[in-house]
């Protein structure tokens, strides 16, 4: 399936226009990727080079099936039936991003995208400064996804919500997305814990860019970027200072996104013993149906993983309603 057929459907991704070493278990969560690049049993093998104890290069890996083989130990969760705009599987749609799975063979009834927000519309005005936060967000991962009691769905595959442990859990080819947007210019942070070759990615409901994104690297944690796609690779070229940092002695790190409204601009901060790791700012967003309000978190699907592979994101804080200035102000904070 299309990219813009994922992100684009339910994804937007959220539609889905829309990703850390292996856990137990050593049989791949789908089937072998056709390519072959060759992952032994403790580490994960991209390009056919895997990192010690961790993860290698990655690259293009070929074609997986959404449906077919079983995701272990994650609980059953509605799968969405049909991209938004009804590409055939195997077609492509306007967003002209290729993909790798196919969601129950592209048929079915399409899944309307998420409630439209005012990211990307004017923000509310707030005194000069830095201000205080008069409108925080948070989520304890306290409901499953798509319940009455969360406000976070299912977008693909079979993400779901810990709820014992607070905390979302993603692995290969998943995606979890915000039912309604944020409003206005906001920031959203988590710690998460890379646990196997998935790489993640904070993926605001467009389908355009290539996102700061992180995976396992070793025993540490590396910086990069990612766009969904089997065949889309790793990179660490997008920002200096940022990409091919490799956080080394810990697999949990502070994520936090930042979204400028009236700019229309994308950056993340990882932070770890004291020190903050920035992206650049990802703009020059084109796509009509772009709405940066709804969050998204994406276990991409250009790794090559063992069943069990997770990656937690645990309780959200941050604030929204912010102007950009606000949101600049706690980048750089």
Known sequence: MH????????FGLGVIAVMALACAGNSFKSAPDPGGSGASQGGVSHAGEAAEGGVGNASPTGGVSATGGGKLGFEAQPRPRAPLGGAAAGGQTGAGMAGSATADGGGGDAVQPPEEGSAGEPNIPEPPGEPDC????????????????????????????DAEQHRLVVSFDDVAGRATAYQGGYYVTAEVTLEGGT???????????RWPSLRRSGSGVELGAAKYGSGEPWTTSDWPGFSGVVIAGTKS???TTYVKASSKAVAVKVSYGGHDYRSGWVSGFTWPQTNLGVMRYVGQNNSRVYSGDAVYVGPLRGCQKLTDAAVEAAFQD
Do not use: C, I
């Not at 319940?147 to 595959?157: D, N, T």
């Open 3 to 10: 990219w813009g057929q994922k992100l684009g459907h339910g």
């Open 134 to 161: 008069t409108t925080p967000l948070a989520d304890d991962w306290t409901a499953a996804l798509g319940s009455a009691g969360s406000e976070w769905r299912v977008e693909f595959g079979d993400p779901r919500v």
């Open 253 to 255: 790190v502070t994520l």
């Open 199 to 209: 790489v993640l990615t904070p993926y605001p409901y467009s389908n355009e860019m």
